[in-house]
């Protein structure tokens, strides 16, 4: 099951692997229709390879409650005509925990991959997504060690936990060579090292108008020394329009001119993920609110300052290429020029941040189906 453009760089690496044992695992890709747009949805599918997927919900967008039950309500016919043994979920989205209590409730196992993960704020909608969805599972895949410690400590039984590496990193390491053939570089005016990347679209940060403006101000100050480059995330752009915010952008609208003035905060559409990984891999550092930038950061050694007072992915501070600068505009300033007077720090590799977090976990199913079959 995938929904979102995160689950969909998720998802890539596993779904490759389940097409080399066609034979011995039978599949059905179900996407939710979470992330709809072509730029979030179709760019992903064909940039990671994943084929199209079998059933499509089309469920579109909504209220955190609106969206959860409609995708209950779509997918719950799917899983009464296939009867699958397993349902395979990714991430902390709406598409996770619907789809997971939905096959909990028809005594379905249920698989989570990415288990474990914790920001201990439940403010977060993503976080009720995770412990819910953790506490339905049967088999939980993690991605780093304070994953297991965190179901360890939740009551969770040791044997359904599987520590296997980071499927988000599977699909980095796979698709580095052929996004280094992307131009975006060149269609944005862009030099290596001499730009940052801005990516926010939490409700926390971009949904409160007095939160959000101090944002941008601090990253239109910072845009006065290097040209940050910031693909819009639709709800965001949304509240720009809303609360007349152009004027903190260098750019009236969503194209980046090349012959623009060599700094400013410049907006553009959402990107592709090969494109979005060439700007990452390049760029002199990294605002965001995403978890999977705080990893993906991590892994090509390109200084990240996250945009929140907390993090479920606590290995990437271990790392030391990702710090927590919350909102206040001052700090963001701040640890931006500490970040530019400093030299770029080395990649880092979490112990099975490897590549083979998906083969890892598709071997484990296969056992488990093994083990079942046999005991029926």
Same mark, same amino acid.
């Given at each position: 099951?995938? !929904?979102?453009?995160?689950?969909?760089?998720?998802?890539?690496?596993?779904?490759?692997?389940?097409?080399?044992?066609?034979?011995?695992?039978?599949?059905?890709?179900?996407?939710?229709?979470?992330?709809? &747009?072509?730029?979030?949805?179709?760019?992903?599918?064909?940039?990671? &390879?994943?084929? #199209?997927? +079998?059933?499509?919900?089309?469920?579109?967008? !909504?209220?955190?409650?609106?969206?959860?039950?409609?995708?209950?309500?779509?997918?719950?016919?799917?899983?009464?005509?296939?009867?699958? +043994?397993?349902?395979?979920?990714?991430? &902390?989205?709406?598409?996770?925990?619907?789809?997971?209590?939905?096959?909990?409730?028809?005594?379905?196992?249920?698989?989570?991959?990415?288990?474990?993960?914790?920001?201990?704020?439940?403010?977060?909608?993503?976080?009720?997504? *995770?412990?819910?969805?953790?506490?339905?599972?049967?088999?939980?895949?993690?991605?780093?060690?304070?994953? %297991?410690?965190?179901?360890?400590?939740?009551?969770?039984?040791?044997?359904?936990?599987?520590?296997?590496?980071?499927?988000?990193?599977?699909?980095?390491?796979?698709?580095?060579?052929?996004?280094?053939?992307?131009?975006?570089?060149?269609?944005?005016?862009?030099?290596?090292?001499?730009? !940052?990347?801005?990516?926010?679209?939490?409700?926390?940060?971009? +949904?409160?108008?007095?939160?959000?403006?101090?944002?941008?101000?601090?990253? %239109?100050?910072?845009?006065?020394?290097?040209?940050?480059?910031?693909?819009?995330?639709?709800?965001?752009?949304?509240?720009?329009?809303?609360?007349?915010? +152009?004027?903190?952008?260098?750019?009236?609208?969503?194209?980046?001119? #090349?012959?623009?003035?060599?700094?400013?905060?410049?907006?553009?559409?959402?990107?592709?993920?090969?494109?979005?990984?060439?700007?990452?891999?390049?760029?002199?550092?990294?605002?965001?609110?995403?978890?999977?930038?705080?990893?993906?950061?991590?892994?090509?050694?390109?200084?990240?300052?996250?945009?929140?007072?907390?993090?479920?992915?606590?290995?990437?501070?271990?790392?030391?290429?990702?710090?927590?600068?919350?909102?206040?505009?001052?700090?963001?300033?701040?640890?931006?020029?500490?970040?530019?007077?400093? %030299?770029?720090?080395?990649?880092?590799?979490?112990?099975?941040? &490897?590549?083979?977090?998906?083969?890892?976990?598709?071997?484990?199913?296969?056992? *488990?189906?093994?083990?079942?079959?046999? *005991?029926?």
């Amino acid at each position: 099951m995938a !929904g979102a453009r995160p689950n969909f760089v998720k998802i890539a690496p596993i779904v490759a692997e389940l097409r080399r044992h066609a034979e011995e695992i039978r599949t059905t890709l179900v996407h939710t229709g979470q992330h709809y &747009d072509s730029s979030m949805s179709e760019a992903f599918f064909r940039d990671l &390879d994943i084929p #199209p997927p +079998d059933i499509a919900l089309n469920v579109g967008s !909504g209220s955190h409650a609106q969206q959860t039950a409609e995708i209950m309500q779509r997918f719950e016919p799917v899983l009464l005509e296939l009867k699958p +043994d397993y349902v395979l979920v990714v991430g &902390d989205v709406n598409s996770t925990v619907a789809c997971a209590l939905t096959a909990a409730k028809l005594r379905i196992g249920v698989i989570h991959v990415e288990a474990g993960l914790r920001s201990f704020d439940r403010e977060m909608p993503e976080e009720v997504n *995770r412990v819910l969805t953790d506490h339905l599972s049967d088999l939980l895949f993690v991605t780093e060690e304070s994953g %297991r410690r965190n179901l360890l400590r939740e009551g969770i039984a040791e044997e359904r936990i599987h520590f296997v590496g980071n499927v988000m990193i599977d699909s980095l390491r796979r698709q580095l060579a052929v996004a280094s053939r992307s131009p975006i570089l060149e269609q944005c005016g862009l030099s290596p090292q001499r730009f !940052g990347l801005v990516t926010l679209h939490r409700p926390s940060n971009v +949904d409160e108008p007095e939160v959000f403006l101090g944002i941008l101000s601090a990253l %239109r100050t910072v845009g006065e020394r290097l040209p940050l480059l910031f693909p819009i995330h639709p709800r965001t752009q949304a509240h720009v329009i809303e609360w007349h915010l +152009d004027e903190f952008f260098a750019n009236s609208g969503l194209e980046v001119n #090349p012959e623009a003035k060599a700094c400013g905060l410049f907006r553009t559409v959402p990107l592709g993920y090969l494109d979005f990984l060439q700007l990452m891999q390049h760029a002199r550092l990294v605002f965001t609110d995403s978890g999977g930038i705080q990893e993906e950061t991590c892994v090509l050694g390109v200084p990240c300052l996250t945009l929140r007072h907390n993090t479920e992915r606590p290995c990437t501070i271990e790392m030391g290429t990702n710090r927590l600068v919350g909102t206040d505009p001052k700090k963001i300033i701040s640890a931006a020029e500490m970040v530019l007077a400093n %030299r770029k720090p080395e990649p880092r590799l979490p112990p099975l941040w &490897d590549g083979g977090a998906a083969t890892r976990i598709v071997e484990t199913l296969f056992k *488990r189906l093994t083990q079942r079959a046999q *005991r029926i």
